[in-house]
């Protein structure tokens, strides 16, 4: 492992979220032993990029992304080098990721990190796409899993089969957001026998983010010019110039950095409103209106409040060090953009993928290089056709907490629900 603040070098004790002995806020980065990524049959799933991924064990049932060159909206946007890497359900594309998110890359990189010795119970919070990702995976493993998720978001809790018993969910109260759900988990994440999955600072979620670059790359044979995606907290596009730092180290992927076109979706735009201040930290943003923000926005996985933009290593490094620039999409912008991928790719897509595509239409619009290798990371797709083709379960929430619950109360009521979580193995099949 190494700090991305000081550079310095230290062995992976446990896990570890921070660099040891460091006060200065920084991410940290995994250090392979293996320079030149050797990349597996498509059998092995995602555990196909294996090498770059900082796991101790292979786990069941897996997916990639998969990355193929665009020939209908490239057509329509007159772009001759879009490639499409796409994290979703599309059979015939061989796109076998079920819960249809990106957000499964990470599940199967965090829980494959996980080692049968730890003996605790995970704690995820999001606003919907996360948890349903760790909730399948942990589910199928069979490992113990507590997620945080708002109350309003819980229409994003489905499956195609009902839960293993040891996946648990607590509820923000409706009116909450993607930031109540984050408060409850770091309650509960304090307490004994449980562990944070850790958020942007875990290696293992950036690393499984990452397998979208390291897919683009090994199928064109080169680093992309130019990557869109939308953006939440930004830990995506933070494992997207990781991986592209990874891939020059190779050397056999070309000596360019891809300029990070992340987007938001208005009005709720920090890091956009950040970023053209010149600003490294965000600017204040008063709760009340923040939250009136997220309601109004299509592409609720974006509501983070507290991104990893001013950290050592996180976004604001990442856009200077790339050339990259802070996009906005109007949820209108996002709807058409939807449609148009749809009748001219044949996949749906989520909201968030809408917002990254409409920023790319915007900017070919406005003059990019139409020659120019371009990826669009389409982070969600494929889930209408999915819930159209099978029989879903929700997952109902266990216990509902107030704004600003009482901690005590919080583990109380936890502690209720995990009084059988011995009987999980974690790791055990």
Known sequence: ?????????FDENGWILDAPGETEPTLIRALYEKTQLNVKHSSWGLYQFADWLPIGRVLHGSSAPVTYKSEGLSKELGLKNLWITFSGYWPEKGAGITTCSFKETEAYSVCGRMTPDMDKILVVASAGNTS????????????????????????????????NDCVKLICSRSGSDYFDAIHL???????????????????????????????????????????????????????????????????????????????????????????KAGSRAMLPLDETLARKQ?????????????????????????????????????????????????????????PAAAVA??????????????????????TGGGEKRFKAENKLFYLKPDMVFDFNPDPSEVRKGVEMLFQSAKSFSVLEK
Request: net charge negative; charged share 20%; hydrophobic share 45%.
């Open 357 to 378: 595509t409409a920023s790319l239409i915007d900017l070919v619009r406005k003059g990019i290089d139409k020659e120019a290798l371009i990826m669009l990371n389409i």
């Open 185 to 275: 988990s770091n309650i509960v994440a304090g307490m004994e026998g449980f562990i944070p999955e850790g958020g942007a600072k875990n290696v293992a979620r950036r690393d499984g983010m990452a397998t979208t670059v390291l897919s683009a790359a090994t199928t064109i044979g080169q680093i992309p010019e130019y990557y869109f995606q939308a953006v939440g907290s930004g830990t995506g596009a933070v494992a997207a110039w990781e991986a592209n730092l990874r891939l020059l180290a190779d050397g056999r992927f070309g000596t360019n950095k891809m300029k990070l076109m992340v987007s938001q979706n208005i009005p709720f735009i920090p890091m956009f409103d950040a970023w």
């Open 1 to 9: 492992m190494q700090s991305v603040n000081t550079g310095k070098i």
């Open 132 to 163: 349903r990702s760790f909730a399948k995976v942990c589910s199928e493993n069979n490992i113990p899993l507590l997620i945080c998720v708002p109350e309003d978001n819980l229409s994003a809790l489905w499956f195609d089969k009902p839960l």
């Open 294 to 350: 997220v309601e109004e926005i299509d592409a609720k996985v974006l509501s983070n409040r507290k991104p990893v933009y001013p950290i050592a290593g996180g976004l604001y490094d990442a856009l200077i060090d790339s050339g990259g620039d802070v996009l906005i999409a109007t949820n209108e912008q996002a709807r058409d953009a939807a449609q148009l991928f749809e009748e001219t790719e044949g996949a749906d897509i989520h």
